[in-house]
């Protein structure tokens, strides 16, 4: 995935300023259930002190669950030494598509 990383879900809003890219990958991996396995990292792009920083996220996305976490694994630039976790939910899901709309939160403790 290469997907715009935005302030909000709406991408034609004003409000949804998109301030990085997600980027990575994720695979099937459940068994009786639709399952994924995330590796992304998101990727900040905008004019803030964050320009050129990243966050690595690696875990388990469970489509059914309604908030799912997942382990912050990495980081570079102004977030190097951070440290923390994600939480995922589905804001909207298209079936004929597949197109999801999710909101990640990354709680991050830094000096």
């Given at each position: 995935m290469d997907d715009p990383l935005t302030e909000g879900p709406d991408l034609q809003a004003a409000s949804s300023t998109v301030v990085g890219r997600a980027q990575g990958m994720y695979v099937c991996a459940g068994k009786d259930s639709l399952s994924?396995?995330?590796?992304?990292?998101?990727?900040?792009?905008?004019?803030?002190?964050?320009?050129?920083?990243?966050?690595?996220?690696?875990?388990?996305?469970?489509?059914?669950?309604?908030?799912?976490?997942?382990?912050?694994?990495g980081r570079t630039g102004a977030l190097r030494f951070a440290r923390g976790y994600c939480q995922a939910r589905t804001y909207s899901f298209d079936a004929k598509t597949g197109d999801a709309t999710v909101e990640y939160n990354a709680y991050l403790r830094h000096n």
């Open positions: 994924l396995l995330m590796a992304m990292t998101f990727v900040f792009l905008d004019g803030s002190a964050y320009n050129g920083s990243s966050v690595a996220v690696v875990g388990p996305n469970q489509a059914a669950v309604a908030v799912r976490e997942m382990a912050v694994v």
